[in-house]
């Protein structure tokens, strides 16, 4: 039976609203007790992943007298598609499969389209001209954070893992909460984290620091055209959302809104509070730019750092280790071996002493009723009494 995109399109019945997780498969630890699996999160599908469902017209270039060589069209047609990116990130995604159908392997920095997050590195060298202040630190600590809890909390443990259970409204505000962090959209997100778990260290794991290399692993990865779409095979329990979708198509659109939210935050704190010495400017720099790249580094330390420095606690068929410096920085990441050790637990931090910082409010959320079924470690997982390798269950 063939396997129809448009499905993935159609929107959800009205009384859809609450998520429930995707179906699950048993398996059985040593005592007997069952554990259920998320399936998605532990096996993504590899069945073909379907044609772009909004796939644009290809650009038309070449004018009347003069018609480039094939060779000079596609590098302008690529070039145009890679600005379009910036805006489209569907503009080059088909483009791309149909170049390059079976050769993922391939990677290509594809340096037009990724000028914009070079430039928001560089722009944090304003801080010269607009100074800082204390309350302008301190958004920017408090932007850390928040961001930070939207990816970890739900980016990486909801919507990559589905270790907890959410409404579809709460799931997209966190969703928008984590889209500001200009880490892409959660499909994007977690369809590349699924495959690194189904992949852990192997040549197929594209940021691989052993693979390929600490820089690759850290930041060169997201910078290739082949790595730039987002693989809806992986994530066909959340592509089936509209509004998740809209976020991974337009993913400029929330951090643009956040970039003018803080400056719009100092221009009025200058007028009502002229004694805190911020303005539209400073709060730009510091609430945006420096906030969102000290995160994404951060972020990125999981998919380097974590596979390099620390402990193994558990004898997993990757390179992950336990990181405490890690841990603090990504608000409870850092117990990687941990998590790959047992990929289905709310909690990454094992025991009492393990800072997870992300679990605490996790669970402050469950209280309110905004989250639940938080899913635990069980005793003989945790313990290590389950075998040797990753416990995927
Ligand atoms: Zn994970
Ligand atoms: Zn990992």
Redesign the pocket.
Known sequence: MSYDPTSLLQPQSDDAVSVEAPRTVGSRLPNGSAEPVHRAAVEPSDRPVPEHPYAPSPIVTGGPTAPPSPRQRSGWVRALRSVAAWFDTWATADAIKRAHPHKRAVQRVEWIRILPFALLHLSCLTVIFVGWSPVAVGVALGMYVLRMFAITGFYHRYFSHKSFKSSRAFQFVMALVGASATQRGPLWWASHHRR??QN??KPEDVHSPKQHGFWWSHVGWISTRENFPTDFGAVRDLVRYPELRFLDRFDIVVPTLTGVAMFLLGVVLEAVAPSLGTNGWQMLVWGFLISTVVLAHATFT??SL??VFGSRRYETT?T?RNNPLLALLTMGEGW?NN??HYQASTRQGFYWWEFDLTYYGLVVLSWFGLIWDLRPVPREVRDGRVGRGSVRS
């Open positions: 690194h778990h852990s260290d999981i998919n974590s596979h990757d992950s990687h998590h790959h």
